[in-house]
């Protein structure tokens, strides 16, 4: 069994930056593709970056309205997957929540990750 925990969430100003952490624990004797989804209030979960397993090259993969401004990254030796967020707005406002997949980031992508996070709380104020 794969837990994860999400941490970094919390309250920023429009322009400010935060940057959200996921621990993978439990069997972590192979990686993972990983991801990060958000959730607003009142509005559907939604895809907001992948990263591939390294030994398949670590690539990434974006929602549009994050491009240039969010990064995700893995450090597999800590066993962690981050999410740098810059420039954000009031519309970045919510639950923030870290996947995992054993096959690859098409099953994040579309929502059918293996395993997901309790989610941490992102809130942007004017």
């Known amino acids: 069994q794969v837990q994860l925990v999400e941490s970094g969430g919390g309250a920023v100003q429009v322009g400010g930056s935060l940057k959200l952490s996921c621990r993978v624990s439990?069997?972590?004797?192979?990686?993972?593709?990983m991801g990060w989804f958000r959730q607003a209030p009142g509005k559907k979960r939604e895809f907001v970056a992948s990263?591939?397993?390294?030994?398949?090259?670590?690539?990434?993969n974006y929602e549009d309205s994050v491009k240039g401004r969010f990064i995700i990254s893995r450090d597999d030796a800590k066993n962690e997957v981050y999410l740098q967020m810059n420039s954000l707005s009031l519309e970045d406002t919510a639950t923030y929540f870290c996947?995992?997949?054993?096959?690859?980031?098409?099953?994040?992508?579309?929502?059918?990750?293996?395993?997901w996070g309790q989610g941490t709380q992102v809130v942007v104020s004017s």
């Open positions: 990263i591939s397993r390294s030994q398949i090259g670590g690539n990434v």
């Open positions: 439990g069997r972590t004797d192979r990686t993972y593709a």
């Open positions: 996947v995992a997949d054993e096959r690859g980031t098409t099953n994040i992508r579309v929502g059918r990750g293996d395993y």
